[in-house]
């Protein structure tokens, strides 16, 4: 099986109706692949990873490089995220890295993260990319007394900030279900598809040719070169990176098969909101936030006032079983959100996101396939990861060591169960885990 989802969920010529895409200017025009194209490097995917490899490649060690796109840059979920620039990228706790790994992979991750995220931030100011960059910081919501508490228990750890509902309430972020929260102040909002937009121009400009419309089909390997058919075209080169995350097909290479989970996430998007409206919520502030549920709902205040909530979950792409989950989604927001209730959804759309067998990224070579890498499988926090990633890989591509963590050099192994089975068994034990949504205590 080469996808997990049905066609609709991968079909390029359907773009997402995404407020990203309403509102962003037109995408740099990438012709189709025709001809026979050589390269040093070809890259299979332009999101945040294929395209920060890109450039960097091109940019620091000058190679030739081609990317293939099956729609365009950021059709995929590059173009579909919440515009959170934050902190992430593996499901894994530090005691768990340092189990798996060792030692020294959980502060490399750590500091992965943080790098991450000043590499977003140097992309948007040496390219002028604006992307609406929003406050720094982001703020995690306790959905229960139990998550409360715990948050008080590790009250002071790593310079984070402990808010109680009244803290909440001044700080402009009057949540129903919210029992408090924390605040941290690493990463910031953007627009994703201008940030997509932006690093596609910027790798054009730097002489990376950027093919859309060009789904690689098959991937062969004989006498040192890499083949990448599209149909009756080919490109031709020494190496190649995989940076399809949650799109891939998984016959690109069969390796992949089964080692990746593509997993479903919803947002939808209100018109703008009044001020005495945001008021009436007390809900003022442009910060990131997120609750603590393990099926996690993500939300911000746009710059125009619209408001964009975030779910994940759901198990099918067809267009009726999303419109479903979309219903879902929004009522939680009405009850975790009661006087936005009269603000109609304008937006909303899914896109999927890519966790792996080993609940890490995974960024280095294909076992046993020689020049192939892959660059992917970010767990639904790749807008910085993703793109630190693509930076960190091209040296590999170059035939040179790499900084990429040791915590993402270890191929993850193939799921074991159904991916299905384990994605409907995973939700229905976290659904009961977190709980019904009940509003907090006024005074928790
Ligand atoms: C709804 C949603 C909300 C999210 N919110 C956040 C958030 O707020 N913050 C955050 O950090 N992360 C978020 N994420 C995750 C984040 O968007 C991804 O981790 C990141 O964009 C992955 O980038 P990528 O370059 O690896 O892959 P993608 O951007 O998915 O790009 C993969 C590309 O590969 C192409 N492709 C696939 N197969 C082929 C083929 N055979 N030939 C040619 N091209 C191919 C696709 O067309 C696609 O453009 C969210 C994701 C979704 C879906």
Redesign the pocket.
């Known amino acids: 099986m080469s996808y997990l989802y049905e066609p609709a969920a991968y079909t390029?010529d359907i773009w997402p109706e995404s407020y990203w895409r309403a509102s962003s200017p037109a995408l740099p025009p990438c012709p189709t692949l025709t001809g026979p194209v050589t390269a040093d490097v070809a890259i299979?995917?332009?999101?945040?990873?294929?395209l920060n490899a890109a450039l960097e490649l091109r940019e620091r060690f000058g190679a030739e490089v081609v990317v293939?796109?099956?729609?365009a840059p950021g059709?995929?979920?590059?173009g579909?995220?919440?515009?959170?620039?934050?902190l992430?990228g593996a499901n894994l706790s530090p005691a768990q890295i340092t189990r798996r790994v060792g030692a020294l992979a959980a502060p490399e991750f750590d500091s992965y993260q943080q790098r991450a995220i000043d590499r977003v931030a140097d992309n948007l100011a040496r390219y002028g990319i604006d992307a609406d960059r929003g406050p720094a910081g982001e703020v995690l919501l306790a959905h229960s007394a139990r998550t409360w508490a715990a948050m008080q228990a590790q009250q002071g750890a790593d310079g984070v900030q402990l808010w109680g509902r009244a803290a909440l309430r001044d700080a402009g972020l009057n949540c129903a279900t919210a029992w408090g929260g924390t605040y941290r102040p690493e990463g910031f909002p953007l627009h994703?598809l201008k940030y997509a937009r932006g690093l596609a121009v910027a790798a054009q400009a730097a002489g990376v040719r950027i093919y859309g419309d060009?789904?690689?089909k098959t991937l062969d390997h004989a006498n040192g070169l890499w083949s990448l058919r599209t149909g009756a075209a080919q490109v031709q080169a020494r190496r190649v990176l995989i940076?399809?995350?949650?799109?891939?097909?998984e016959r690109?290479p069969r390796w992949l098969s089964r080692r990746i989970l593509p997993a479903l996430?919803?947002?939808i998007v209100t018109r703008p909101l009044s001020l005495a409206e945001r008021e009436a919520q007390g809900w003022t502030s442009h910060l990131m936030t997120y609750d603590s549920r393990t099926m996690l709902h993500?939300f911000r205040l746009l710059p125009d006032g619209r408001f964009l909530f975030?779910a994940r979950g759901g198990v099918s792409a067809q267009p009726e079983r999303l419109a479903r989950f979309t219903a879902r989604a929004r009522a939680e927001f009405e009850a975790m959100f009661p006087a936005f209730a009269q603000a109609e959804t304008t937006h909303d759309w899914?896109?999927?996101?890519?966790l792996t067998g080993s609940m890490a990224p995974f960024c280095g070579p294909v076992p046993g396939a020689e020049g192939l890498f892959a660059a992917?499988g970010?767990h639904?926090?790749?807008?910085?990861?993703?793109s630190e990633g693509g930076r960190r890989i091209a040296p590999a591509l170059m035939g040179l060591p790499d900084t990429t963590p040791a915590l993402f050099k270890r191929p993850p192994p193939r799921f074991p169960l159904p991916r299905k089975l384990l994605l409907r068994a995973g939700m229905a034990a976290a659904l009961w885990r977190d709980g019904p949504l009940r509003p907090a205590p006024e005074e928790a």
């Open positions: 390029p299979i995917g332009a999101g945040y990873a294929g293939l796109d099956a729609a059709w995929g979920a590059s579909r995220n919440g515009g959170f620039c934050c992430g994703p060009s789904p690689v940076a399809t995350n949650g799109y891939s097909d690109l996430s919803t947002i993500y975030g899914s896109g999927l996101v890519c992917l970010w639904g926090n790749g807008v910085a990861a993703a």
